[in-house]
Each structure stands twice: as structure tokens, then as C-alpha cells.
């Protein structure tokens, strides 16, 4: 379960209900639609098996101080918290896959803002999350604004025409080059791509899943397509991020000298499996997790392999992350 709970936001199509109100505790599936998740403050009903028990989760991972920390960049990953204005209430949000097509998606009536139609005063104390569950078109949650009569979220597509300022970004993002003039959105849309020719491209930025000093990049041309200059790509030498002069999570562990990528995406040798068969190398190198943190490599001995200490490995007792 611990596994699923850091890799649930990649690569599913699912229908998601988040609790109102509160922080979710627990993650819960039905039993007849497995595609139908909801986040819940306290237990799941007669009708859902739990899927990810977050209290457990985090009362396990206890023993290391920083683990709350982590367990709030989990739910700020997943939508369930606005970490620029916690003052709002989250809304429920409902979602269903369109057309097979991986990460997009439409809102079923009578989720998320739009439930808030006609109630202005409430409107603007809300916010929603955005389909914690898949690959996000939208940062994971919007704050809610209120227009001609109507309350809606305040995605990338609405926030990058000028119409709202969507205050769950802890920090709202910028890009250190002054020739990058055209922002693009994100994160995990390809956003980037949007550009189709070279002069568009190399004048572009997005916003990725780092943490909030780390989450700028530029856009690059590849020579045939506009791709973001994340971590994965800035460390295979393919283009250098000129949005963010330190493009990855540091670490504090004075030893861990080597940094080997992540969170995702790419072959091993771009991460802490790089080192597999060489444990000295391996203690000597830490990764970017799916949280967007820093994080040791462990050696597992039994399998001769390098990990990554994610959140994960941690959990179980497996390995300490000295990074944070």
C-alpha cells in the first residue's frame, strides 16, 4: 500500500471524490467500480475497501521527524490541501475519464466550485481538488473564483488568460530568464509542446512537480519538438534550465555528492539504480522523489541493488533519509 501511495498519481485514469472540509485520512475504492476513489477524513463506508490508510501510514513513519512534513507534500501532490491560502475548504471534486485518452478528463455535474453556483460569500473560501489520481493536466488544486453568477476553478487555462489568480501555489512561480515571456502552465501537461516552432519554444517556461524553490523550467527544442527542461532532462545533458540556476532539490547530508535524477520518467541508469552492483557509489548519491524531495540512495544487499529512500522504503524501516 505504501508503494501505491507514492506512485497513485501517475498513469491512472480513475473517478475521484475528495472529503469536504478536512484533510483525508484514507483512500477508499469501491468495491463494484475499482475506478471510483475517494479521499475520507476518518474510515471508509460498507461500500469501499480502504486502498491507502494515511494515518497508519504516517503513524509507521513516526519514528523519523521529517515524515510529516512528507505526508503534507503528499496530500499537497494529491490536491487535498492549498498550500498559498489553507483559510479555504476543499470541495468535493468529481471526474471521469474521456475517451481513453491518459490524463484528460471532465468534471461530472455537481463537483468541485461549480456546486457553489449563486453562493458567492462561500465561493471565494473554497477551492477543489484536481484529479489527485492521474497524470494532472492542472496544478492539483485551484482556488475557486466567482463570475456572473457562477463558481468555478481557477485552472491553468482560466488563470493563464488573466481572469484569476489561483492562490493554493504555496509560491507563484517565476523564471529567472527575462527572455522566457510566454508561461505555459502545468504541471504534467506536456505544456511545452504546445509550441511548434523553435522561436516559440526557446521563448517559453512551465511549472513542473518539484517543491516550491525547484519547480520552474524552461522549454528547449529537441530539433524536431518543444520539450520542458526538467530534472530528467537538464541531468541527461540534453538542455540546461535557465529558470532555475539550482534546477533540483539539494541535499543536506554533506556526503551524498553524487546526484543521479528523478523523480520519474527515463531508464536507471538515470537514477539511484545506476549504481547497482557498486554499493560505494550508491552511498555516495541521492535522487529527486515523487514528493518532489531530496532523498538517499540505500543499498539492498540481499538483491544487490540501489534504491531510492522515498517515502516508501523509509516507511518500512528499510533505509533513513539523511537527505532532509
Not at 533540483?248 to 556526503?255: F, G, L, V, Y
Request: aromatic letters at 6%.
Amino acid at each position: 500500500m505504501a508503494r501505491w501511495l507514492v506512485a497513485i498519481g501517475i498513469g491512472f485514469t480513475l473517478g475521484v471524490t475528495a472529503v469536504s472540509g478536512a484533510r483525508a485520512s484514507v483512500v477508499c475504492q469501491n468495491k463494484k467500480k475499482p475506478k471510483v476513489i475517494t479521499l475520507r477524513a476518518d474510515k471508509c463506508t460498507k461500500k469501499e475497501n480502504v486502498a491507502v490508510d494515511l494515518a497508519t501510514l504516517g503513524a509507521q513513519a513516526s519514528q523519523s521527524a521529517d515524515q510529516g512534513t512528507r505526508l503534507g507534500n503528499a496530500q499537497d501532490i494529491r490536491g487535498a490541501i492549498c498550500p498559498g491560502d489553507p483559510s479555504r475548504t476543499l470541495l468535493e471534486s468529481k471526474f471521469n475519464g474521456r475517451g481513453g485518452r491518459p490524463g484528460l478528463r471532465d468534471e461530472r455535474p455537481g463537483g468541485g466550485c461549480r456546486t457553489l453556483d449563486g453562493n458567492q460569500a462561500a465561493c471565494v473560501k473554497s477551492f477543489q481538488n484536481n484529479d489527485a489520481f492521474t497524470d494532472n493536466r492542472e496544478y492539483p488544486a485551484s482556488t475557486c473564483f466567482y463570475i456572473h453568477g457562477l463558481c468555478i476553478p481557477c485552472n491553468d487555462n482560466v488563470s493563464r488568460k488573466d481572469k484569476c489568480v489561483n492562490t493554493c501555489f504555496d509560491t507563484q512561480p517565476t523564471c529567472a530568464d527575462a527572455t522566457r515571456t510566454v508561461f505555459l502552465g502545468g504541471p504534467g501537461t506536456d505544456a511545452c509542446r504546445e509550441q511548434k516552432t523553435q522561436g516559440d519554444c526557446v521563448k517559453s517556461w512551465h511549472v513542473g512537480r518539484l517543491d516550491v524553490a525547484h519547480r520552474s523550467a524552461s522549454c528547449y527544442w529537441t530539433g524536431t519538438q518543444c520539450d520542458g527542461c526538467g530534472p530528467r532532462h537538464a541531468n541527461q545533458g540534453d538542455c540546461t534550465n535557465t529558470c532555475d540556476t539550482t534546477p533540483h532539490p539539494t541535499c543536506k547530508d554533506s556526503t551524498r555528492t553524487m546526484f543521479v535524477g528523478g523523480p520519474k520518467g527515463g531508464s536507471d541508469s538515470n537514477k539511484c539504480r545506476k549504481w547497482n552492483g557498486n554499493q560505494a557509489n550508491c552511498l555516495l548519491s541521492y535522487h529527486v522523489t515523487g514528493e518532489g524531495t531530496a532523498a538517499t540512495c540505500w543499498y539492498d544487499t540481499a538483491g544487490n541493488q540501489c534504491l531510492g529512500c522515498g517515502l516508501r522504503w523509509e516507511a518500512v524501516g528499510k533505509c533513513t533519509n539523511t537527505c532532509l
